[in-house]
T-cell receptor, first 112, second 113 residues
């Protein structure tokens, strides 16, 4: 069974540009989570989807971040326009109801 | 709101020696506790979890942790480490199972040959 897959693994963009991160959850997992780790700090929750609906987006830092999960399958996280402080590792995780969450390898985003 | 403190950012230890990675948490309600591990160039992997029941929890790769409610701690231990245990370890807490987990800042375990 394939695990949680994230694309790209690395992205380097200039300040002001747009970047879209993608997460493919484990097939059949209704719950999908995005987390972010800024350099040297803790991993922070961004948001939680249940199928295509946003269950909790209390961790989204500001309106430059837009997450979608069309059709309840894969999810995208768009940052527009990117700022220097958006640099970090973005993790995606998925789970079945009340079950263990499985994490992807993360996308390392560097904004220069 | 809950929080997690991992006081040790790096822990060097010789191979086959025991290790303890410390974790303290703060919460006004009952919590679930987790330890995750991130090996180089890999994603986060669940090492063990405490949801309820016995306070001594055994996980994968010979690790175990003990939930101490009075000291609000959930320290991770292994009696004898291997080179392959070199990784970053994250303590985490949640109030709703696997949803909206709060992580600590991580502890890098370096096993020295």
């Amino acid at each position: 069974e394939a695990g949680v897959t994230q694309f790209p693994s690395h992205s380097v963009i200039e300040k002001g540009q747009t970047v879209t991160l993608r997460c493919d959850p484990i097939s059949g997992h209704d719950n999908l989570y995005w987390y972010r780790r800024v350099m040297g700090k803790e991993i922070k929750f961004l948001l939680h989807f249940v199928k295509e609906s946003k269950q909790d987006e209390s961790g989204m830092p500001n309106n430059r971040f837009l997450a979608e999960r069309t059709g309840g399958t894969y999810s995208t996280l768009k940052v527009q326009p990117a700022e220097l402080e958006d640099s970090g590792v973005y993790f995606c995780a998925s789970s079945q109801e009340l079950q263990q969450a499985f994490f992807g390898q993360g996308t390392r985003l560097t904004v220069v | 709101a809950q929080s997690v403190t991992q006081l040790d950012s790096q822990v060097p230890v010789f191979e086959e020696a025991p290790v303890e990675l410390r974790c303290n948490y703060s919460s006004s309600v009952s919590v679930y506790l987790f330890w995750y591990v991130q090996y180089p160039n890999q994603g986060l992997q669940l090492l063990l979890k405490y949801l309820s029941g016995s306070t001594l929890v055994k996980g994968i790769n010979g690790f175990e942790a003990e939930f101490n409610k009075s000291q609000t701690s959930f320290h991770l231990r292994k009696p004898s480490v291997h080179i392959s245990d070199t990784a970053e370890y994250f303590c985490a807490v949640s109030v709703g199972g696997y949803q909206k987990v709060t992580f600590g800042t991580g502890t890098k375990l370096q096993v020295i040959p």
